[in-house]
């Protein structure tokens, strides 16, 4: 509702009128009824209003400042003092005629005339009744027409949904008077007051903040049920937007859509930050960004493109969303170090202890690193390598990093690359998607503040394909020494020089690498641990992790080299140390609990102990069996979890010459089984055997333990000597074991995971163990101690396998083919 009217129509009851005055700010029923029975003259002088609609009963001051409007007043107040009013349907116009007038207006009562200082006329005028304008009769000195009555279609007054209408129409009242600061609390009075319903729908439609046009429609409504109902929609409309204001407190608008209130709100909260002190405008925010940009080490492409995306900002509104998108991406070129390197530490014997410190063994990869040191000691500029650890779990790929970035006195940044499908965890997304935001590479080398730090890549073989892209391949870039100094980011939108960077991959398998990346990575092999190693690692290294993690001091449990051997043997068969370091672990929780609970216990630990912490031992060493049956072979085989040895057993029954294999055995095994049989059958002279046994007997291949898979080439020897030991019924050399593939020609071929299957070799005991001649590089480069006890045979074709492997003594109980 308009304030001004409310607060004349107080002022006028109680300040402007005697008691003798005939206004009557209040219309009842009954003076509603003498004026409907007042009969209207023929012709009226019609004074034109500029903004504003009188209705019937509702008294409103006026300003006259037309020569024609002031003569009208005159003449009308010297003469009857009525006149009719209706409105200009352009305010704009200064003299108005018959066609800038509405047709529908109000024949008004002249109350009172009051010259003011400034020589205007202020005019307050009640209204009577409606009227339409017939004919407009003369335009000069003003305007002057022919006049009809309009009658008023009231409902009855037992109408229960007009009854409705006019009390929700008084309730909503007193609600907008009492939201708004701008209504006198006196205004609720004269609502409360009005008993005439014509005049409370009249009163109401004049006070409300509506457009000249809307209050003339209202007016036009004959029917009062009608024009009591569009009234309230128009009530209901005026309270939502004033709940709307008084929620931002700030100026009323007639459109208050979304946008207009998200911006006032904007518009306090700044406010409200500047008078705390704590606020930031944009302008200060462009300002910061240009003084942190004088700080940055970028070249002249880096700074001309952060100027141009700053003066972008620059021109836009902070309210929209793209600002806050365009103030993120600035951010972010700030915050990376552009061409920040911390100074590589190149005392070398510092950086051997560091590794000897933190782990035992590893020795290639120690050397490896040691030389690159040594080489960029040298040139003092070097494109860094990319190392790929390849190994089992648990031999300390990804802690070597740790050691590798203090070594070198650079920053340590680790991302784990296990399961990642989507490209965009790499390369970025582009800004311009909801949510946006850089790659794992970019955001690391941000966290770490500086463009070269050690950059572990965990679990690479570990990468998936998904939906969203191949990440694999969006690692070819990052991983290329020859293309890294110009990494894209979507979100970055230009090159990063990720060249001084040291990445180090890490993975369990390189099967499951892509080509293209593997070729792109040194490849260092980081093998299991021996039983030795792994007793050194405990003691020097878990164990005091263990006690430090459990509260204790290194005083508190003793567990020496026998006890640590039984653990390793009898509770572990692994490459790795972790599930050692989970049995260390139960050892000091007991002592941890007997501690807490004051008991005693033997803080050097005996093998009883060992017993009653861990159990039984679950894990029987792996024992070489006897070679008094035919057809048993003792074969090396590698595990992800390290070396193993593997036992392949043949037997005959009579039958029709049929080959079956059993074991749970993958399909390149199961061809390395025929390939030895139908190499021995197409060489039965050679080796003593009579061909029609081929046809008489079949033959049934069994590898034990058949709940695990096995697959892979290295046991075709295996195989190859278990046959003809079971053909000719001869013993297996006591204590052998072997490994190597097989060919149809009779050629042995070299295999993989040498060290891990002479490890297994020495915990069963194993003394000669029987290799292609092509492995005998790869235990030149394993150190003497591992060798220690074991004697190696070479063999280029399965002819050396045999006359190395069968004694010439038959088994006993052989049988007679």
Same mark, same amino acid.
């Given at each position: 509702?308009?304030?001004?009217?409310?607060?004349?129509?107080?002022?006028?009851?109680?300040?402007?009128?005697?008691?003798? =005055? %005939?206004?009557? !700010?209040?219309?009842?029923?009954?003076?509603?009824?003498?004026?409907?029975?007042?009969? &209207? !003259?023929?012709?009226?002088?019609?004074?034109?209003?500029?903004?504003?609609?009188?209705?019937?009963?509702?008294?409103?001051?006026?300003?006259?400042?037309?020569?024609?409007?002031?003569?009208?007043?005159?003449? *009308?107040?010297?003469? @009857?003092?009525?006149?009719?009013?209706?409105?200009?349907?352009?305010?704009?116009?200064?003299?108005?005629?018959?066609?800038?007038?509405?047709?529908?207006?109000?024949?008004?009562?002249?109350?009172?005339?009051?010259?003011?200082?400034?020589?205007?006329?202020?005019?307050?005028?009640?209204?009577?009744?409606?009227?339409?304008?017939?004919?407009?009769?003369?335009? #000069?000195?003003?305007?002057?027409?022919?006049?009809?009555?309009?009658?008023?279609?009231?409902?009855?007054?037992?109408?229960?949904?007009?009854?409705?209408?006019?009390?929700?129409?008084?309730?909503?009242?007193?609600?907008?008077?009492?939201?708004?600061?701008?209504?006198?609390?006196?205004?609720?009075?004269?609502?409360?007051?009005?008993? =005439?319903?014509?005049?409370?729908?009249?009163?109401?439609?004049?006070?409300?903040?509506?457009?000249?046009?809307?209050?003339?429609?209202?007016?036009?409504?004959?029917?009062?049920?009608?024009?009591?109902?569009?009234?309230?929609?128009?009530?209901?409309?005026?309270?939502?937007?004033?709940?709307?204001?008084?929620?931002?407190?700030?100026?009323?608008?007639?459109?208050?859509?979304?946008?207009?209130?998200?911006?006032?709100?904007?518009?306090?909260?700044?406010?409200?930050?500047?008078?705390?002190?704590?606020?930031?405008?944009?302008?200060?925010?462009?300002?910061?960004?240009?003084?942190?940009?004088?700080?940055?080490?970028?070249?002249?492409?880096?700074?001309?493109?952060?100027?141009?995306?700053?003066?972008?900002?620059?021109?836009?509104? !902070?309210?929209? *969303?793209?600002?806050?998108?365009?103030?993120?991406?600035?951010?972010?070129?700030?915050?990376?170090?552009?061409?920040?390197?911390?100074?590589?530490?190149?005392?070398?014997?510092?950086?051997?202890?560091?590794?000897?410190?933190?782990?035992?063994?590893?020795?290639?990869?120690?050397?490896?690193?040691?030389?690159?040191?040594?080489?960029?000691?040298?040139?003092?500029?070097?494109?860094?390598?990319?190392?790929?650890?390849?190994?089992?779990?648990?031999?300390?790929?990804?802690? &070597?990093?740790?050691?590798?970035?203090?070594?070198?006195?650079? %920053?340590?940044?680790?991302?784990?690359?296990?399961?990642?499908?989507?490209?965009?965890?790499?390369?970025?997304?582009?800004?311009?998607?909801?949510?946006?935001?850089?790659?794992?590479?970019?955001?690391?080398?941000?966290?770490?503040?500086?463009?070269?730090?050690?950059?572990?890549?965990?679990?690479?073989?570990?990468?998936?394909?998904?939906?969203?892209?191949?990440?694999?391949?969006?690692?070819? %870039?990052?991983?290329?020494?020859?293309?890294?100094?110009?990494?894209?980011?979507?979100?970055?939108?230009?090159?990063?020089?990720?060249?001084?960077?040291?990445?180090? *991959?890490?993975?369990? =398998?390189?099967?499951?690498?892509?080509?293209?990346?593997?070729?792109?990575?040194?490849?260092?092999?980081?093998?299991?641990?021996?039983?030795?190693?792994?007793?050194?690692?405990?003691?020097?290294?878990?164990?005091?992790?263990?006690?430090?993690?459990?509260?204790?001091?290194? #005083?508190?449990?003793?567990?020496?080299?026998?006890?640590?051997?039984?653990?390793?043997?009898?509770?572990?068969?692994?490459?790795?140390?972790? @599930?050692?370091?989970?049995?260390?672990?139960?050892?000091?929780?007991?002592?941890?609990?007997?501690?807490?609970?004051?008991?005693?216990?033997?803080?050097?630990?005996?093998?009883?102990?060992?017993?009653?912490?861990?159990?039984?031992?679950?894990?029987?060493?792996?024992?070489?069996?006897?070679?008094?049956?035919?057809?048993?072979?003792?074969?090396?085989?590698?595990?992800? +979890?390290?070396?193993?040895?593997?036992?392949?057993?043949?037997?005959?029954?009579?039958?029709?010459?049929?080959?079956?294999?059993?074991?749970?055995?993958? #399909? +390149?095994?199961?061809?390395?089984?025929?390939?030895?049989?139908?190499?021995?059958?197409?060489?039965?002279?050679?080796?003593?055997?009579?061909?029609?046994?081929?046809?008489?007997?079949?033959?049934?291949?069994?590898?034990?333990?058949?709940?695990?898979?096995?697959?892979?080439?290295?046991?075709?020897?295996?195989?190859?000597?278990?046959?003809?030991?079971?053909?000719?019924?001869?013993?297996? #050399?006591?204590?052998?074991?072997?490994?190597?593939?097989?060919?149809?020609?009779?050629?042995?071929?070299?295999?993989?995971?040498?060290?891990?299957?002479?490890?297994?070799?020495?915990?069963?005991?194993?003394? %000669?163990?029987?290799?292609?001649?092509?492995?005998?590089?790869?235990?030149?480069?394993?150190?003497?101690?591992?060798?220690? @006890?074991?004697?190696?045979?070479?063999?280029?074709?399965?002819?050396?396998?045999?006359?190395?492997?069968?004694?010439?003594?038959?088994?006993?109980?052989?049988?007679?083919?």
């Amino acid at each position: 509702m308009a304030k001004s009217n409310f607060l004349n129509l107080d002022n006028l009851s109680f300040q402007d009128f005697d008691e003798n =005055s %005939e206004l009557i !700010p209040l219309m009842t029923p009954e003076d509603e009824e003498l004026i409907n029975n007042e009969s &209207l !003259p023929e012709s009226l002088p019609i004074l034109p209003l500029r903004n504003t609609v009188l209705f019937p009963g509702v008294v409103i001051p006026i300003t006259a400042g037309r020569d024609a409007s002031i003569k009208l007043i005159n003449d *009308a107040n010297k003469g @009857g003092k009525v006149i009719g009013v209706v409105s200009q349907k352009d305010e704009s116009v200064e003299n108005p005629t018959a066609k800038d007038i509405y047709k529908t207006g109000t024949v008004a009562r002249i109350l009172k005339v009051l010259k003011m200082p400034d020589g205007n006329t202020t005019v307050i005028i009640q209204g009577k009744k409606r009227f339409v304008i017939n004919e407009v009769i003369k335009e #000069k000195p003003y305007l002057t027409a022919t006049i009809s009555d309009i009658p008023e279609a009231k409902p009855a007054k037992e109408n229960e949904e007009f009854r409705a209408i006019i009390d929700s129409i008084k309730d909503l009242s007193l609600d907008i008077i009492k939201e708004s600061p701008n209504i006198p609390s006196e205004a609720s009075f004269a609502i409360k007051n009005i008993e =005439s319903d014509s005049f409370l729908v009249n009163f109401v439609s004049s006070n409300m903040n509506l457009k000249v046009e809307e209050k003339q429609e209202l007016l036009k409504i004959n029917d009062l049920k009608e024009r009591a109902l569009q009234t309230l929609k128009f009530m209901n409309l005026e309270f939502q937007k004033l709940e709307l204001k008084n929620d931002i407190q700030n100026k009323v608008q007639s459109d208050m859509n979304q946008q207009q209130r998200e911006y006032f709100l904007h518009q306090q909260m700044k406010t409200i930050q500047e008078e705390l002190g704590g606020g930031v405008s944009s302008g200060e925010e462009i300002e910061d960004m240009k003084a942190r940009a004088k700080e940055k080490k970028w070249d002249e492409k880096v700074k001309a493109h952060f100027e141009k995306e700053l003066s972008k900002m620059q021109r836009m509104n !902070p309210q929209v *969303a793209e600002y806050s998108i365009q103030r993120n991406y600035l951010d972010l070129f700030l915050d990376l170090p552009w061409n920040e390197f911390s100074k590589d530490k190149f005392d070398l014997k510092r950086a051997q202890k560091i590794l000897d410190r933190d782990h035992f063994g590893l020795e290639d990869v120690k050397k490896r690193i040691i030389e690159y040191l040594a080489v960029l000691k040298l040139r003092n500029d070097m494109k860094s390598p990319i190392l790929c650890l390849y190994g089992p779990p648990g031999v300390g790929k990804t802690s &070597l990093g740790k050691s590798v970035a203090e070594a070198l006195g650079r %920053e340590y940044v680790r991302i784990s690359l296990g399961g990642l499908r989507d490209e965009a965890e790499i390369r970025g997304h582009r800004k311009t998607y909801i949510g946006a935001m850089p790659g794992r590479i970019i955001q690391s080398l941000k966290k770490a503040q500086t463009s070269n730090p050690v950059f572990v890549l965990d679990e690479i073989d570990k990468l998936s394909t998904g939906s969203q892209g191949d990440p694999s391949s969006a690692m070819l %870039e990052v991983l290329d020494p020859e293309q890294n100094n110009e990494f894209y980011d979507n979100f970055l939108e230009m090159g990063y020089d990720l060249s001084k960077v040291m990445f180090i *991959a890490t993975s369990n =398998s390189l099967n499951t690498i892509q080509p293209a990346l593997r070729d792109r990575m040194e490849i260092i092999n980081v093998t299991g641990y021996t039983i030795e190693e792994k007793v050194e690692i405990a003691k020097r290294h878990l164990l005091p992790k263990q006690l430090k993690e459990h509260g204790l001091d290194d #005083k508190a449990l003793k567990i020496v080299k026998p006890q640590l051997e039984k653990i390793v043997e009898g509770y572990t068969r692994e490459s790795g140390v972790r @599930g050692l370091e989970k049995q260390i672990a139960k050892m000091v929780r007991y002592a941890a609990k007997n501690i807490a609970m004051e008991e005693e216990y033997n803080i050097k630990v005996t093998n009883d102990d060992v017993i009653e912490i861990l159990g039984s031992p679950r894990l029987e060493r792996d024992k070489y069996e006897n070679n008094d049956v035919a057809g048993v072979v003792t074969g090396l085989a590698w595990t992800s +979890v390290g070396g193993d040895i593997l036992f392949i057993e043949s037997i005959l029954s009579k039958g029709k010459g049929t080959l079956s294999i059993t074991g749970n055995l993958g #399909k +390149v095994m199961k061809e390395s089984a025929t390939i030895a049989m139908e190499y021995i059958k197409a060489n039965a002279d050679e080796f003593g055997i009579n061909p029609e046994v081929f046809a008489k007997y079949n033959v049934h291949i069994h590898v034990p333990e058949g709940a695990t898979p096995k697959d892979g080439p290295s046991a075709g020897v295996t195989m190859l000597t278990s046959l003809v030991s079971l053909f000719t019924q001869r013993k297996v #050399k006591k204590s052998l074991a072997m490994t190597g593939e097989i060919t149809l020609r009779g050629k042995v071929l070299p295999v993989g995971g040498i060290k891990e299957k002479i490890l297994a070799a020495k915990r069963a005991r194993i003394k %000669e163990i029987l290799l292609c001649e092509d492995n005998r590089r790869d235990i030149d480069e394993i150190k003497p101690e591992y060798l220690k @006890g074991l004697t190696f045979h070479y063999v280029k074709d399965m002819s050396d396998v045999l006359k190395l492997a069968l004694t010439k003594q038959k088994v006993q109980n052989a049988k007679k083919l």
